[in-house]
């Protein structure tokens, strides 16, 4: 079978799989620009998805930029190549669904970026993530730099991404790059369970709040300023209506998205 | 070369500061201020140097600035005393190098902005960290108000800066104010063996790393424009390649820095 990326769907929850494992699913340009093309579609308001979950095949989350491809490349050539996978980054992180990253094997250098710029990470125990970038003479990627700060402090940050220190899946947890730990085997069923949750939540505010969380860091006044202007429009939705009478009839709410 | 407020020591690739005013619990006073900014000069433009640590001598990291001098002080030489602070700090956080900050004893007030300011920081057990400056009537300074929310988050940040809490090595590495825990009279070492592992990372990986996170904070946009510009120089590089070789061919790389 030819390397790819799969799509399917399960209710309104879109699974999305790296498949190369001869490479441990790494970022080979046929793998970066499928995942382009698939979040392209998976992010846009007529698709049905709600949720996302984004996993390697066979095993291995993603073992990061395909080495084989890197030999030769230029300095302008590498530089093309960073902004297209740029437009991978910021799907997931300006996409307005969430999106799952269900963990096993080795998130390693872009890998461990991809994880990254997910909204929840799920790992088995027996997961290793690593910003491996260094030992081959280059800085992090793919966001890393924004990312990993904000989930465990610039401390840390600088250990894993200077001395390219890799972690386990539970030092990860203890860390908060790991939202979710599951048991080796479990990990796509406990990873379908979180997006499941994602996707029953209030779509709407959740868009929203994802776009603020995506325009970090602010200062103060542009953050409140987002977030009344946010609040304005949420306020005029079907969905409010639905969650407050919802709360007053104690029951669970149907949120149509609307 | 050893002036005598400032001790400086070169250990294969790694270059030790060590503040030598225990008299005055290593404060920084104007004196070792005159020595220690030229002495972290001298080590970032060294090119066998490819890490530094900083260290206090006699069992003490430094207790702050030298209070001795601010009954007296009138607030245009107080202003001036910050700015003095500004320009290692500065040498710290800008420079190219890792710097590795040893503390045993106190690390208070400008001393723990000191630390703070250092990318890697190790500790013993029984060290001392307090941002003690309102414990005066001062704010803190150091560069602390940017660094500690960083590493600590602003909860933990606010009361150490707003209560003059005292925090210990081992709670400060449970909280990720401390990276590598010593046993009390080991943090030299366990710092050196540290070292020794910056030393040997990528240095201009290290470099543009570290360069990243001095412009911190910039948003995701500027991030990636960033690191498409960086990536592009280490793909050319000659460590790059000799990262590939290395990986390919299984063994450790040896990095020269060009």
């Known amino acids: 079978m030819e390397p790819g990326v799969d799509l399917d769907r399960d209710g309104d929850v879109a699974i999305v799989t790296i498949r190369d494992p001869a490479r441990r699913n790494a970022l080979s340009p046929i793998i970066r620009s499928g995942l382009v093309e698939v979040f392209s579609t998976l992010m846009t308001e007529t698709d049905d998805s709600r949720a996302i979950v984004l996993r390697g095949a066979d095993g291995t989350f993603c073992s990061g930029g395909a080495i084989d491809t890197m030999e030769g490349i230029g300095s302008f050539s590498g530089r093309s190549r960073l902004q297209g996978v740029h437009r991978l980054v910021q799907l997931l992180v300006r996409g307005e669904k969430p999106v799952v990253a269900a963990v096993e094997g080795y998130a390693f250098g872009g890998g461990f970026s991809l994880a990254l710029a997910c909204d929840h990470v799920v790992a088995g125990r027996d997961a290793r993530f690593g910003a491996s970038f260094g030992k081959l003479g280059l800085m992090p990627d793919m966001g890393l730099l924004w990312t990993l700060p904000q989930r465990v402090g610039i401390g840390r940050a600088r250990r894993l991404m200077m001395l390219s220190e890799p972690v386990g899946a539970e030092e990860a947890h203890a860390l908060g790059i790991v939202g979710t730990l599951a048991e080796p085997g479990a990990v796509q069923e406990a990873a379908m369970k979180k997006a499941r949750a994602f996707a029953d939540a209030a779509p709407l505010p959740n868009r929203i709040t994802k776009a603020a969380l995506a325009a970090w860091p602010l200062a103060l006044d542009p953050m409140l300023d987002h977030e009344s202007q946010g609040q304005g429009v949420l306020f005029g939705t079907e969905d409010l209506q639905e969650g407050l009478k919802a709360f007053y009839e104690k029951r669970a709410p149907r949120f149509a998205g609307r | 070369m050893s002036g005598s407020m400032v001790l400086v020591e070169r250990r294969d690739a790694v270059t030790i500061l060590t503040i030598n005013n225990p008299r005055q619990r290593n404060a920084m006073s104007g004196p070792v201020k005159a020595e220690l900014i030229p002495a972290m000069r001298a080590a970032l433009a060294d090119a066998g140097c490819r890490a530094i640590v900083l260290t206090g001598a006699e069992g003490c990291f430094s207790a702050g600035g030298d209070v001795s001098r601010f009954s007296t002080m009138a607030p245009e030489k107080g202003r001036q005393l910050v700015r003095d602070q500004r320009e290692f700090l500065h040498l710290v956080m800008r420079g190219d190098k890792a710097v590795i900050a040893a503390v045993e004893g106190y690390s208070y007030g400008a001393g723990f902005g000191l630390a ?143």
């Open chain 2, 116 to 258: 703070m300011a250092c990318d890697h920081i190790v500790a013993a057990r029984d060290a001392r960290f307090c941002a003690a400056f309102n414990k005066i009537g001062l704010m803190p300074d150091g560069g602390l108000l940017w660094t500690l929310p960083q590493r600590i988050g602003a909860e933990r940040a606010r009361e150490m800066m707003m209560l003059a809490t005292v925090v210990d090595g081992a709670e400060g590495h449970r909280i990720g104010l401390v990276d590598t825990l010593a046993e009390p009279k080991g943090a030299l070492d366990a710092a050196l063996a540290k070292a020794a592992l910056f030393a040997a990372a990528a240095p201009i990986a290290v470099a543009m790393t570290k360069s990243a996170f001095a412009r911190w904070p910039l948003n995701l946009d500027q991030f990636l424009a960033m690191e498409a510009d960086g990536q592009a120089l280490l793909l050319s590089s000659e460590d790059c390649r000799e990262g590939a070789r290395a990986f390919l061919e299984k063994r450790a790389p040896a990095f020269r820095g060009r």
